[in-house]
């Protein structure tokens, strides 16, 4: 059976942020949830950090953990899920976003227990350096509160159109663990579990703004190096081998899958390279994804082409800049 009043964990990963972590353990200690403990796991900081999480220590619900040493944005979100928390949902909330709907935790436990084989509920973010300066994230008409994990693997891939922003989202913290959470050290570890997860389970929706995705210069997904871009193509070769290894899809239905994100995050990292003037990076970049799919490039190219044409402004002068403007605010799901 059950349970009716579950506990959440609220799981927040941090180094060096003692600009951002005091909003972002107030915003978690103001959700209106009544079984909640938050957890702070401070990954070595040599900044004031720690000083201010300990600030707010005489709150029950918080826990503050420090790192004997450094071991990585993706070590302390394994750590925090595997060893740190006691919940039975989870949500992991970096030390640089925060909150700004205090009762979306507990509309999301609410949408979470309103179906037996529910592993996930998602929703809405701003994205933004502020509040003042953000934008939400769009809503796909047709989004149902309870939806086929299966199917909705098969119709949004990552960086496609609407994905589970990890700050939003809710989940069994016994079913991540079972099916390896984070078990790849590459910039979209979370993708990369969320969408195995999703596979064969029902999988939850708010239509609701959680909180701000704080974008600053020092975010994770700005890298755009050849070999962060590289290594992160297991977002999509991790899920379609596991789908692949179920027997559930056909496999011109994975490979429609593969190319419809891939083609969106090929091009928005290739701008990118382009833009920083990265060149050598931008031509491996291009072949290592012919490697995987030819039809990547083949679809980029037209999509740009297309683009392109619809402005009548040339490529040759526009690839630089254009490109990235039209790109770069499709899919920056990554966490940090």
């Known amino acids: 059976m059950p349970i009716s009043n579950p506990k959440v964990s609220i799981l927040i990963p941090t180094y060096n942020q003692e600009r951002f972590i005091g909003t972002c353990v ?14 702070v796991s401070d990954d070595a900081s040599d900044d004031a950090t720690g000083e201010v999480v300990r600030r707010a220590l005489a709150d029950p619900r918080l826990r503050y953990e420090r790192n004997a040493t450094n071991i990585g944005r993706v070590g302390n979100y394994r750590r925090l899920l595997r060893e740190l928390s006691s919940g039975d949902w989870v949500l992991m909330l970096d030390g640089d976003d925060y909150f700004i709907n205090p009762e979306y935790i507990a509309d999301a436990v609410k949408l979470a227990l309103s179906a037996p084989d529910i592993v996930l509920v998602f929703g809405r973010l701003q994205q933004g350096p502020d509040e003042a300066r953000s934008k939400a994230s769009i809503t796909v008409p047709g989004f149902q509160p309870l939806m086929d994990g299966t199917e909705f693997f098969l119709q949004h891939p990552p960086f496609y159109d609407a994905m589970p922003y ?16 984070y078990r790849h ?9 969320i969408y195995r997860l999703m596979i064969g389970h029902k999988i939850g929706y708010l239509d609701e703004v959680a909180g701000l995705w704080r974008q600053h210069d020092d975010n994770a997904s700005k890298n755009s190096s050849y070999h962060a871009c590289a290594s992160n193509l297991t977002v999509f070769t991790g899920p379609f081998q596991y789908a692949a290894s179920l027997k559930i899809f056909s496999s011109s ?18 701008g990118r390279m382009l833009a920083g003037a990265q060149y050598l990076d931008a031509a491996r970049f291009t ?19 297309r683009w392109m044409l619809r402005r009548q402004t040339p490529i040759w002068l ?7 403007k039209s790109r770069i605010s499709m899919a920056e799901n990554f966490d940090g």
């Open 26 to 39: 107030t915003s978690a200690l103001n959700q209106t949830y009544d079984n909640l403990e938050v957890i």
């Open 166 to 181: 990890h700050m939003t989202c809710l989940f069994r913290r016994t079913a991540a663990i079972r099916s390896g959470f």
């Open 253 to 270: 239905e994975l490979k429609a899958w593969l190319r419809k994100g891939a083609t969106r995050y090929f091009l928005l990292y290739l």
């Open 185 to 193: 050290d590459i910039l979209s570890t979370d993708l990369e579990s």
């Open 318 to 324: 526009n690839i630089n800049c254009d490109l990235v």
């Open 287 to 305: 072949g290592l994804m012919m490697t995987i799919d030819l039809m990547i490039v083949g679809h980029a190219i037209g999509r740009a082409v």
